[in-house]
């Protein structure tokens, strides 16, 4: 994971920032060519991001697991969660874009795990999927309209559609909240101004989100029923 994170996104961006399509096979050429790059790191960085992966990782498994009788599965899936937020959180901040080869692989596995940990959710999982993405679309459609631009990518819809998928039809629209929020704040304190404007990568803010949500007690998202 330190691998794909520190060598492999970097060259991703470079890559789409030269006029690159980012498409599956860019993705995997960057995997297999990242090697070959001769940006090094250090030791210490590489274990550093190492440490912290871990660490996340442990705290995912542990605090609140989703298979707890099958450890193996229950690592597999905590280490596709955290790993791919990580990664979709910096692809969209270098080069602002969520790749479908991520989030798509993120909205199988979450499917499967339902299909196979909990078939009776999957019709309100696939129904609440299908809504959160028709949501999108028509925001940016009035947004369209109305300001002439866009609130959000595509990629924010198709990533918020699949962390339908981990977390349950409850918390999709608190974690949308809290992301619109962080990402005022945030871009508010770097232009030191009440009313930020420009664009910027909403994705990492959706990432954060879906930590702080995933982080509540599943009591309090159902009692907000959102």
């Known amino acids: 994971m330190s691998y ?9 961006a470079q890559q789409i920032q030269q006029g690159q399509l980012a498409d599956e ?4 050429w960057s995997v297999v060519h990242a090697y070959k790059q001769s940006v090094s790191i250090s030791l210490w960085r590489l274990l550093s991001y190492a440490l912290l992966f871990g660490l996340g990782l442990w705290l995912v498994v542990s605090y609140k697991p989703w298979c707890e009788n099958a450890p193996a599965i229950n690592l597999l899936l905590g280490t596709i969660w955290v790993g791919v937020l990580a990664l979709l959180g910096r692809i969209d901040k270098q080069c602002f874009l969520l790749p479908d080869v991520l989030t798509q692989f993120l909205l199988w596995v979450g499917l499967l795990w339902a299909v196979i940990g909990q078939p009776g959710s999957v019709t309100t999982l696939l129904v609440t999927a299908a809504g959160v993405y028709v949501a999108g679309r028509i925001i940016n459609i009035l947004a369209g309209i109305l300001i ?7 990629g924010d819809v198709k990533l918020l559609v699949a962390l339908t998928t981990w977390l349950g039809p409850y918390p999709v629209l608190l974690l949308f909240f809290l992301a619109c ?7 508010a304190l770097q232009q030191r101004c009440w009313r930020p ?10 990432v954060s989100a879906t ?16």
């Open 4 to 12: 794909l994170y520190l060598k492999v996104v970097p060259l991703y």
């Open 181 to 187: 929020v962080l990402c005022l704040i945030s871009e």
């Open 197 to 206: 404007r420009g664009h910027c990568a909403f994705g990492p803010y959706i």
């Open 211 to 226: 930590f702080l949500v995933w982080l509540l007690p599943y009591s309090w998202v159902a009692l907000l029923r959102v």
């Open 25 to 28: 096979r860019l993705w995997w």
């Open 148 to 154: 002439k631009q866009p609130l959000f990518g595509l």
